[in-house]
C-alpha cells in the first residue's frame, strides 16, 4: 500500500516562496508518476505539476516558470517548490501517485491517480 504525506504548506504574501515535500512509502514499483494537484475552495481538483520515475517533468501552463517539481535524494522524497505565488495560487495541495505503464505519460487528471495523501493548505494573501 502506497502512502503519501504532504508538507511545507504555509500562508505567505504574493510574491512570496514555498517549498512544498511529498514523502512516499511502500512504493515498490519500478515505473510511476507522482504528482501535485491543487484545490481551491468550492473549486476542482486541478494538477499542478508531475514527475516520472525516469525524472521527465510536466507542469501546468498557469504554473510555467515559477513552479518546480523535482526530486530529493533521499529515497521516495519529491518536492515542488513554489516562487512568485500569487493569490490564485491558494488552496489545498496534495501529493498522489499513478502506476505507470511503459510509454505512458504521466497523466494530467486527478481521477488518474490511485493514491493520495491527506494534503497541505497553502494561503496567499497581503
Known amino acids: 500500500q502506497v502512502q503519501l504525506v504532504e508538507s511545507g504548506g504555509d500562508s505567505v504574501q504574493p510574491g512570496g516562496s514555498l517549498k512544498l515535500t511529498c514523502k512516499g512509502t511502500?512504493?515498490?514499483?519500478?515505473?510511476?508518476?507522482i504528482a501535485w494537484f491543487r484545490q481551491g475552495q468550492g473549486k476542482q481538483r486541478d494538477g499542478v505539476a508531475s514527475?516520472?520515475?525516469?525524472?521527465?517533468?510536466s507542469s501546468a501552463d498557469s504554473v510555467k516558470g515559477r513552479f518546480t517539481i523535482f526530486k530529493a535524494s533521499a529515497e521516495n522524497t519529491w518536492f515542488l517548490q513554489m516562487n512568485s505565488l500569487t493569490p490564485n495560487d491558494t488552496g489545498m495541495y496534495y501529493c498522489?501517485?499513478?502506476?505507470?505503464?511503459?510509454?505512458?505519460?504521466?497523466?494530467?487528471?486527478?481521477?488518474?491517480?490511485?493514491?493520495w495523501g491527506q494534503g497541505t493548505q497553502v494561503n496567499v494573501s497581503s
Open positions: 498522489a501517485f499513478y502506476l505507470r505503464r511503459f510509454g505512458v505519460v504521466c497523466p494530467p487528471t486527478a481521477a488518474d491517480y490511485l493514491f
Open positions: 511502500g512504493i515498490r514499483y519500478s515505473r510511476y508518476c
Open positions: 514527475i516520472a520515475n525516469d525524472g521527465r517533468t
